[in-house]
């Protein structure tokens, strides 16, 4: 059993990320999520604790913290770190090191492998800040997983469709059993 903590971001694929955690939960994973503040207008905190079992975090400074550390703890004894969706506006502050909320926070304090999975926009996708915010991310041994081509959320065709949670559930599989973790 691995300990995963999957950041939620607020991006219109943002619902997908509830079954992500549904089947990671299902394999018999320790799930802890952390949503943004604009995930917060696509899903609740409550429908990824009620598929997780666990609390979810929003805050990185909660009004009645039930932990110390927040962005520590959350990443004390996490295997891997999965952002799903990822949107731009995340990747961007990942690779350039800004810690301004609990998931970004959260990000830096991680020491263990992390895995990103982006959806948006093709054109966003397409846009060269994305594009080179990417690459900074891959150098530093970040794993992308999709995104996808396909049919989008704002009704156009193209590249930029969140990869299907089961294909990133594999993922991660994959990436935990590389470092011994079942
Ligand atoms: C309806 C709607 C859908 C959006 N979908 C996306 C998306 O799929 N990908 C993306 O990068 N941004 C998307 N955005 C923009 C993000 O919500 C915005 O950049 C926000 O600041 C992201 O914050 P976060 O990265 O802290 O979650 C969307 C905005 C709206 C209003």
Same mark, same amino acid.
């Not at 549904?22 to 207008?41: D, M």
């Not at 020491?111 to 060269?128: E, G, K």
């Given at each position: ?9 607020? =991006? +219109?694929? &943002?619902? #997908? ?5 549904? $089947? $990671? ?9 952390? $949503?943004? #503040?604009?995930?917060? %207008? ?7 604790? !009620?598929?997780? =079992? ?19 703890? $959350? /990443?004390?004894? &996490? ?12 990747? +961007?502050? +990942? ?21 990103? +999975?982006?959806?948006?926009? /093709?054109?966003?996708? !397409?846009?060269?800040?994305? #594009? ?13 997983? =999709? ?16 990869? %299907? ?8 599989? %994959?990436?935990? %059993? ?5």
């Amino acid at each position: 059993m691995a300990e995963i903590l999957l950041g939620v971001t607020g =991006g +219109a694929a &943002a619902f #997908k990320a509830v079954s992500l955690a549904s $089947l $990671l939960s299902k394999s018999g994973h320790s799930v802890n999520c952390i $949503l943004t #503040k604009a995930a917060c %207008e696509f899903i609740t905190p409550t429908q990824l604790s !009620s598929v997780s =079992g666990k609390p979810c975090y929003t805050d990185l400074f909660p009004l009645q913290p039930s932990l110390s550390i927040p962005h520590i703890a $959350l /990443t004390d004894n &996490a295997d891997i770190m999965i952002i799903a969706p990822a949107t731009a506006h995340f990747i +961007a502050r +990942a690779a350039h090191g800004l810690a301004d909320d609990l998931l970004t926070s959260a990000f830096l304090a991680c020491s263990s492998p992390v895995l990103i +999975a982006p959806a948006m926009n /093709t054109r966003m996708w !397409s846009n060269p800040a994305v #594009k080179a915010n990417v690459e900074i991310l891959i150098s530093r041994g970040i794993r992308f997983a =999709g995104p996808v081509s396909g049919m989008l959320a704002c009704g156009t065709t193209g590249s930029g469709r969140f990869m %299907e949670p089961v294909d990133i559930a594999s993922i991660c599989h %994959e990436m935990l %059993e590389s470092r011994g973790v079942q």
